[in-house]
């Protein structure tokens, strides 16, 4: 599949149907994830993969009791380790922490969650990236540390809904030359 398609295609989608994702597209979709460029290539993210429905569930009810996401086959969490960048010192990272070091690594971890998002359409799996959460409650569920910051959960298995294309602005209304225009 081409890029392009895969972009234009790709939707948003919380109706899954009850079928497993694959061992060998798992592993594409971590592998995606880990080829994906990483500032001064420090690959700071790290992935949880969800399969159990008990954990399932536990994770969309911390994510605002989001019932349709445990339908989901598959959930990736996302996490970021600021411990890539910054190797000593105390660390609690949070929804409000100030270090410039965890928004790198979140802007890394991003760009690793669009791959795994885009390696899923090309490989005909539907997908939703899922924020809605606060750092205490999703870790205390994935048991993972405070000097963790979970960017996002990625919702993934075979789509039984096929959403419209959402609305999106021109170009013309979000991109400027050489300076900001607006």
């Not at 989608?13 to 009850?18: I, M, T």
């Not at 790290?46 to 008990?54: Q, T, Y």
């Not at 100030?98 to 802007?107: D, N, V």
């Not at 298995?157 to 959402?166: N, Q, S, T, V």
Request: proline share 5%.
């Amino acid at each position: 599949m081409e890029v392009q398609k895969a972009i234009r295609q790709r939707r948003s989608v919380r109706r899954f149907k009850n079928i497993p994702v694959a061992e060998d597209q798992l592993s594409l979709l971590l592998e995606a994830a880990r080829l994906a460029p990483t500032g001064s290539n420090t690959q700071s993210g790290r992935f949880i993969v969800i399969r159990e429905e008990r954990m399932r569930q536990q994770v969309a009810k911390v994510s605002h009791d989001q019932k349709w996401m445990a339908q989901a086959p598959l959930f990736i969490a996302c996490v970021a380790d600021l411990r890539a960048r910054v190797p000593a010192g105390e660390l609690v990272i949070d929804e409000t922490s100030p270090q410039f070091e965890l928004k790198q690594c979140i802007r890394d971890v991003s760009i690793q969650g669009e791959h795994i998002v885009l390696q899923a359409e090309e490989l005909g799996l539907a997908s939703c990236w899922i924020g809605a959460y606060t750092q205490e409650e999703i870790r205390r569920v994935l048991e993972i540390p405070e000097d963790k910051y979970v960017v996002a959960v990625l919702v993934i298995g075979y789509a039984d809904e096929a959403p419209a294309a959402r609305p999106r602005k021109p170009l013309s209304e979000i991109v400027f030359h050489e300076k900001w225009q607006g």
